[in-house]
C-alpha cells in the first residue's frame, strides 16, 4: 500500500487543530500506521528541509519548526501522497482553496499548519528520516471492505 509522511507543524499543535486534522483523514478512509509527538531536533530538521536549506525564507522556517512540538505521522492507502496533497492544499493558505486543510484553517505561508509529502520518493525519504521501519504498525481497518473495490 502507498504511504505517506505528514505532520502538523507546532502553529497546528497550539491551535489545538491536531484532532481535527486527524479525523479528516479517518474519515475519507486512509489509515495512519504511525504518530509520535515531538519537538524536531535541529539535524532531523536540516535532513527534512534539504531542499529549502539554501533559500531565504529557510532561517524563519527552521525556528517556526523547531519553536515548539510536532505531531509526526505516517499514513497509508491508494494514492495517500496525492490524496493528501489535495487535501491539505495550496503551500500559500492565501491561495488554498475552501475545504483544504491549508483553506479553512490557516493565513499566512510561514504557519501553513501541516506538512505533507510531495511524492512517493520523497515520502519514503521522509518516512525513513523520523521513524524506524518497527515503529509503523500493521493493521487492517475494519472498514477496509467498504473503501476499496
Ligand atoms: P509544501 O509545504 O506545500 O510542500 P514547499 O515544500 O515548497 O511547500 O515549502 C516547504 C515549507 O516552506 C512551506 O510549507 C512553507 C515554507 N515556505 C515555502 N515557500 C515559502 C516562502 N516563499 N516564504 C515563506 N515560507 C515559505
Ligand atoms: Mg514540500
Not at 484532532?19 to 474519515?27: L, P, Q, T, V
Not at 532531523?44 to 533559500?55: G, S, T
Amino acid at each position: 500500500m502507498d504511504r505517506t509522511f505528514l505532520m502538523v507543524k507546532p502553529d497546528g499543535v497550539q491551535r489545538s487543530l491536531v484532532g481535527d486534522i486527524i479525523a479528516r483523514f479517518e474519515k475519507k478512509g486512509l489509515k495512519m500506521v504511525a504518530g509520535r509527538f515531538e519537538r524536531l531536533p535541529e539535524e532531523r530538521v536540516m535532513q527534512h528541509y534539504a531542499e529549502h536549506v539554501a533559500k531565504p525564507f529557510f532561517p524563519g522556517l527552521k525556528a517556526y519548526i523547531m519553536s515548539g512540538p510536532c505531531f509526526l505521522m505516517v499514513w497509508e492507502g491508494k494514492d495517500v501522497v496525492a490524496i493528501t496533497r489535495a487535501m491539505i492544499g495550496a503551500t500559500n493558505p492565501r491561495e488554498a482553496a475552501p475545504g483544504t486543510i491549508r483553506g479553512d484553517f490557516a493565513l499566512e505561508i510561514g504557519m501553513n499548519v501541516i506538512h505533507g509529502s510531495d511524492s512517493d520518493a520523497t515520502a519514503e525519504r521522509e518516512i525513513a528520516i523520523h521513524f524506524q521501519p518497527d515503529e509503523l504498525a500493521e493493521y487492517r481497518r475494519i472498514d477496509e471492505p467498504f473503501l476499496y473495490e
